[in-house]
């Protein structure tokens, strides 16, 4: 049974970092695509950033693209989200997700069957 359990996430100035953590039980990150989203109350659950290969392919959402940046430690069997230059319109409660397996993945959330408890980020202008 895939469990993915979620730390970090908290309160911040814009302009400011957070690191989202999740830690996945049951399976291996480096088996799956693994990704993050977040959503908004009222609003349609949104990709963030995932990892698409086990070679490390990596797809962004365009809101996100050269401010945050998802990586893994497989040692720890661990997926971060660094959040950097953080602005009002990225406060959202934010999930991990894994996949079924690898591909076709993407940031389409019907792609990920298995969910974090989620985390709230609310930056502050």
């Known amino acids: 049974q895939v469990q993915l359990v979620q730390s970090g996430g908290g309160s911040v100035q814009a302009g400011g970092s957070l690191r989202l953590s999740c830690v996945a039980s049951?399976?291996?990150?480096?088996?799956?695509?693994m990704a993050w989203f977040r959503q908004a109350p009222g609003n349609e659950r949104e990709g963030v950033a995932a990892?698409?290969?086990?070679?490390?392919?990596?797809v962004y959402a365009d809101s996100v693209k050269g401010r945050f940046t998802i990586s893994r430690d497989h040692a720890k069997n661990t997926v971060y989200l660094q959040m950097n230059d953080l602005k009002s319109e990225d406060s959202d409660m934010y999930y991990c997700?894994?996949?079924?397996?690898?591909?076709?993945?993407?940031?389409?959330?019907?792609?990920?069957?298995?969910w974090g408890q989620g985390t709230q980020v609310a930056v502050s202008s």
């Open positions: 049951g399976t291996t990150v480096s088996s799956r695509c």
């Open positions: 990892f698409t290969s086990g070679a490390g392919n990596t």
């Open positions: 997700a894994a996949a079924l397996k690898w591909g076709p993945c993407g940031l389409g959330k019907e792609a990920y069957p298995f």
